[in-house]
């Protein structure tokens, strides 16, 4: 989804909270359930979950993975600096980001680095040629600082929407 450069910021209700928390825990739960843990009836619950969707408040339901069950057994955050800060450059680093399956999370960022990046690799020969071939001055690269966290003490996929 197309992220606007002017944010609208929505104020929620507590039963549009109590929605947005039960589908974070489980965005699987039938409208019927839901209905039921939110105290609303069927129909009711549903055209909220429907508004949430058309706000873009909800942009997307997805499965987690344990994606080192599956072979990803790294997790990489890259430190990058930029060529330049004009917006042609910018622009082609995100355009080159946004097109690679192994990078997770991109955030242009305002301090020593210009971005960083969450980087997933099944191991660190992935992620040396991942580096090599596309951490480059092609896509508007000059430096990068890659950090290895030894172990993940928390991650989580939930907005704390108790504290809005």
């Known amino acids: 989804m197309k992220q606007d450069s002017k944010l609208i910021r929505i104020k929620l ?3 549009d909270r109590n929605i947005i928390q039960a589908l974070q825990k489980n965005a699987r739960i039938q409208n019927n359930d839901l209905a039921t ?3 609303l009836s069927p129909s009711s619950c549903l055209r909220r979950v429907k508004l949430l ?3 873009g408040i909800i942009q997307h339901y997805t499965t987690v993975v344990d994606m080192q069950k599956i072979g990803f057994q790294l997790i990489l955050f890259s430190r990058i600096w930029l060529v330049g800060q004009d917006a042609e450059t910018i622009d082609t680093f995100i355009c080159a980001m946004k097109e690679l399956p192994q990078v997770m999370e991109c955030y242009i960022i305002l301090g020593e680095c210009d971005a960083m990046l969450k980087v997933v690799v099944p191991d660190l020969e992935s992620y040396r040629k991942f580096q ?6 092609k896509n508007g690269i000059t430096s ?3 950090d290895l966290p030894s172990q993940i003490i928390k991650q989580s996929f939930q907005l704390p929407l108790d504290d809005l």
Do not use: W, Y
């Open 13 to 15: 209700d507590r039963i």
């Open 37 to 39: 843990v939110i105290g």
């Open 53 to 55: 969707e058309e706000a």
């Open 132 to 137: 090599s071939t596309h951490l480059t001055k």
């Open 144 to 146: 990068v600082k890659t």
